[in-house]
């Protein structure tokens, strides 16, 4: 195994064991702000502040991040703080409390966002195989936390204390193996480039140069434009789907429906990512805006086992198909020298749809009902399949340029 290779395998290491706290703690998290006596509105800002402050984090550090042109320091941050919060959460005495220490976590966290995914592009030859191998492994963790979740909350009933608590323990174990991570490209760290806070003029600049970008990567903002939409369809239906699957089949089935969902997905990651880079990741990003689809038609139908396994079989799916390859995307269509500000702006665009999804589907719950609001999702994913039709095949380019026929001159 090459260098890169085995640093590919450390950081998808570390990452299971992220997951795994997330996939203890995020999928109560509506559940835990009913108990302390949240409304359904408080549910839907859990989703909507962290997503607005993981907005804002996510471009910030994307450019610190290419500004000092180092990776590792900003995903050992964002871990770091991912599990401090959660570990915070599980001692809240108000909803008020839970919602703040939610609200921070999405700022302080989103630093490993682009952060990781340019590290996985910078370490690879084939990128969308090894954003395959990191998925894999990432979602075997988020598996596993869904399972000790579902196991607690089974044994333990509104335990959230003790709940919260387990979760942050795998992200301790997250820090140890990336301390051990030697990034590609190491260049002497000038912390003064992250805590440096720009006056108002250079804040016009950095604007400017943001609206260049786009400018630049037509094939990026157009795509940006689809995620967008695509994650407000996904706030509309998972800032709520936890309430559906307790309503309807129990508290423990709320970890247990989402470990069978990331299992499913680990079979298909790898497949579809080297798919993506036989035939191009816009067209698996494509089949999995399909799947978004299908699965908010399924969670609508499904009031019986069979039905809810379907589910999360065609979720797991679509999962496996979708953010595997809109990384690739993102990655293959853009600089170097820019990469994690261009994965920095598609994940602001993911942060931005969790804004908007969970405030529309409050207000459509208020008006219909929580089944009905989960089947009119699939309206902005439609809007987001019309945006990803027409952007140029990322198969055709490399490293943002376009790769030239032999033929031509």
Not at 252 to 277: E, H, M, P, Q, T
Not at 357 to 379: K, M
């Amino acid at each position: 195994m090459s260098n890169n290779g085995r640093e590919l395998l450390l950081l998808s290491l570390a990452f299971l064991f992220v997951n795994m706290g997330w996939g203890i703690a995020w999928p109560q998290l509506p559940n835990y702000m009913k108990a302390l006596g949240g409304t359904m509105l408080m549910v839907a800002s859990l989703s909507i502040l962290f997503n607005v402050f993981s907005t804002a984090g996510q471009y910030f550090w994307g450019r610190k991040s290419d500004q000092v042109q180092r990776r590792k320091p900003f995903v050992i941050f964002g871990v770091a703080t991912g599990g401090f919060f959660f570990f915070i959460m599980a001692f809240a005495t108000s909803a008020t409390i839970l919602l703040s220490m939610r609200t921070l976590q999405g700022f302080f966290m989103s630093a490993q966002t682009p952060a990781v995914s340019a590290l996985i592009s910078e370490l690879s030859e084939n990128v969308g195989r090894s954003f395959g191998i990191f998925n894999s492994l990432s979602n075997a963790g988020f598996m596993l936390g869904n399972f000790i979740g579902g196991f607690i909350m089974d044994t333990y009933p509104k335990n959230y204390t003790l709940l919260y608590s387990i979760s942050s323990i795998p992200f301790l174990a997250a820090i140890i193996l990336l301390i051990f991570l030697h990034e590609p490209h190491r260049t002497p760290m000038d912390f003064r480039m992250i805590f440096r806070i720009d006056r108002p003029g250079r804040l016009v600049v950095r604007w400017q140069s943001a609206k260049e970008f786009v400018k630049r990567n037509r094939n990026i903002a157009i795509m940006t434009l689809s995620v967008l939409f695509i994650m407000i369809a996904s706030g509309m239906v998972y800032s709520f789907v936890s309430i559906l699957l307790k309503d309807r089949f129990g508290d423990a089935w709320v970890g247990w429906y989402f470990g069978i969902d990331s299992g499913v997905s680990i079979i298909f990651v790898y497949l579809l990512g080297y798919l993506a880079d036989r035939i191009g990741s816009k067209l698996v990003t494509i089949i999995g805006i399909i799947g978004y689809m299908a699965t908010f038609y399924l969670y609508y139908a499904a009031v019986s086992i069979p039905l809810i396994l379907l589910a999360a079989t065609v979720s797991g799916f679509k999962w496996a198909a979708y953010f595997n390859s809109i990384n690739t995307y993102i990655a293959k269509m853009s600089l170097r020298k820019e990469r994690a500000t261009a994965l920095g702006i598609m994940n602001s665009a993911m942060a931005l749809g969790w804004v908007f999804g969970p405030l529309i589907g409050a207000y459509l719950i208020s008006l219909l009902s929580l089944p009905l609001t989960i089947l009119l999702a699939i309206i902005p994913a439609g809007v987001s399949l019309i945006f990803a039709l027409p952007v140029e095949n990322d198969v055709n380019y490399r490293d943002g340029l376009p790769i030239k026929n032999k033929n031509m001159p």
